[in-house]
């Protein structure tokens, strides 16, 4: 089985392609609207994990920064975030845990940043990759999540202090899951682009 695929652009290039401007702007705007549903669909859907349940938001984001490419899914991401500044319930446990930018605010937004920075990484890797392997994707998936740790270990010491056991907190709780999947995803998107393509 070939282990790498040849370049068309990312999927969403490839499905819709467009030259002209006004093509172009109306791809991104689906991409926006439909990377945001996705997203709050994907917060969402509760799967049983140890050690805590998870949610598929980080494949989503992965998953769509690979299928729509930068533009479109940083589209997405910030349609997404909008969305929830606004009050709307888009969030991981919206309503319950509150609304809006007070939300946003709150120990989950390092997270919330960090899924723009994965996009930024994932789709822009997939955009100018040459050719596609999967131990390259799987990689690429791997290194979107440890970025995305960042911030949001950040804002936790900004929140609770820095000498707070924040990996405790904010990492090992949830890394399992979510380096699985960042495996699923570098393992399926290959295989997605090349039946795509």
């Known amino acids: 089985m070939a282990q790498h695929i040849q370049p068309r ?15 172009k702007a109306l791809r991104i705007v689906f991409a ?22 998870m949610t598929l938001q980080v494949l989503a984001v992965l998953m769509i920064a690979a299928s729509f490419g930068r533009i479109g899914a940083m589209a997405a991401l910030i349609c997404y975030l ?5 009050g709307l319930p888009v969030f991981a446990g919206t309503p319950e845990k509150g609304l809006g930018l007070a939300y946003m605010m709150g120990p989950t937004g390092g997270y919330l940043l960090g899924f723009l920075a ?4 994932v789709g822009g890797f997939v955009d100018g990759a040459k050719a596609l392997k999967r131990h ?4 690429v998936m791997f290194l979107a999540v440890a970025v995305m740790y960042v911030p949001g270990v950040l804002w936790l010491g900004i929140l609770f202090g820095f000498d707070q056991p924040l990996l405790t907190w904010g990492v090992l709780p949830f890394i399992l899951g979510d380096m699985t999947k960042a495996l699923i995803a570098g393992l399926t998107f290959p295989m997605l682009r090349r039946w795509v393509g």
């Open 9 to 23: 652009g990312n999927l969403l290039e490839h499905l819709w392609p467009a030259d002209e401007f006004g093509q």
């Open 32 to 53: 926006a609207l439909v990377g945001s549903v996705l997203l709050t669909l994907s917060a969402k859907v509760q799967v049983p994990f140890f050690p805590v349940p």
């Open 82 to 86: 909008a969305q929830g500044a606004a």
């Open 118 to 121: 994965m996009t930024w990484l």
């Open 136 to 139: 390259q994707m799987v990689a």
